[in-house]
């Protein structure tokens, strides 16, 4: 009997202390507890920080975020009011204002999420689809001036020659989007925060059609630099040239004019000796004539009137 008494009072004494365990809870400082009981939600949602009781086993606390929340929607096609089919791709921030609520109607985060993607991606696809391209990626009509060494972006639509103004621009279209989207949020219990345009792109067809035409663009700019370089080369190597004819010619001129006046110079000097002398110069040339004849492997003859016998018949005896 003592064993069967001592084996309830355990069974008691553990099934008081999952009890109270059961009925005690915290509530930490970035979150919201709503509390149901089969199912249903009574009671206010617990938003302050501390600690809590319920009663076990019948009511479970649910536990829902206080701070802001991401929601970031698929990319989707959507044609613009210009016909272009530009793929967007949005983020949004919301939060949880009234648990109880959201408790009731969502239940989970993915409930919520799969609601957000239904309203937030309507709301946009109605404005995109309103608007031209422009009013969605400028936010007004200024343009930024083009600095050195930039070159202005090549519209990848022909048509798009003239300057396309703004008249609302993007801020303006995701705040309408954000208010057009809060309108049925209260009766989720969420406040929308903001929503944003994360980035906005072609669809596979056309940014192959903006890539060709960029390509093209590049070529042809390569051949126009490459044009230009052909023709500074030209124009370098014609002056190169002429000037290479005008530094020849001016040496060759101081050349010749160096030449001339060194041979008026040997003239003269050659003058002034046959004066001081013109037997004894002329004996001198006569020797010089002498000393180059070809003399070597060969014979001359010379008569005794030869002019290479003159100065030696009039030798003084």
Same mark, same amino acid.
């Given at each position: 009997m003592k064993q069967v008494g001592v084996v309830i009072s355990v069974v008691i004494v553990i099934f008081l202390i999952l009890v109270l365990s059961g009925s005690f809870y915290t509530v930490r400082e970035w979150e919201q507890v709503v509390i149901t009981q089969f199912g249903k939600v009574i009671g206010e949602p617990k938003t302050e920080a501390g600690f809590y009781? !319920?009663?076990p086993i019948i009511q479970e606390i649910n536990r829902y975020e206080k701070r802001i929340l991401r929601w970031d929607g698929d990319p989707e096609e959507i044609p613009t009011r210009d016909k272009r089919f530009i793929y967007v791709d949005t983020t949004a921030r919301w939060r949880i204002v009234d648990?109880?609520?959201? +408790?009731r109607v969502l239940v989970t985060y993915a409930q919520a999420y799969a609601k957000l993607d239904d309203i937030i991606d309507a709301a946009f696809r109605d404005f995109v689809s309103a608007n031209p391209?422009?009013?969605?990626?400028? $936010?007004?009509d200024w343009m930024p001036t083009l600095k050195e060494g930039e070159e202005k972006v090549v519209s990848p639509f022909p048509e798009a020659t003239a300057r396309e103004t703004v008249k609302l621009g993007r801020e !303006?279209?995701? +705040?309408?989007?954000?208010?057009e989207a809060s309108k049925a949020m209260p009766d989720f219990g969420i406040e929308?925060?903001?929503?944003?345009? !994360?980035?906005i792109n072609y669809v596979e067809?056309?940014?192959?059609?903006v890539y060709e035409r960029m390509i093209s663009e590049r070529k042809r700019q390569a051949a126009q630099f490459r044009s230009e370089g052909e023709g500074k080369k030209a124009e370098i190597l014609g002056q190169m040239e002429k000037e290479l004819k005008s530094i020849v010619s001016g040496a060759y001129r101081t050349a010749e004019e160096i030449r001339g006046k060194a041979d008026a110079e040997a003239t003269k000097i050659y003058g002034e000796a046959y004066n001081r002398d013109p037997e004894f110069y002329a004996f001198f040339k006569t020797l010089e004539t002498y000393k180059e004849a070809a003399y070597k492997n060969s014979f001359?003859?010379?008569g005794t009137d $030869?002019?290479?016998?003159?100065?030696? !018949?009039?030798?003084p005896k």
């Open positions: 009781l !319920k009663i648990a109880r609520k959201f +408790r391209l422009v009013e969605l990626v400028r $936010s007004t !303006k279209i995701t +705040r309408a989007i954000l208010a929308l925060v903001d929503v944003r345009v !994360k980035r067809r056309v940014r192959n059609k001359v003859i010379l $030869s002019d290479y016998y003159r100065f030696l !018949k009039n030798i």
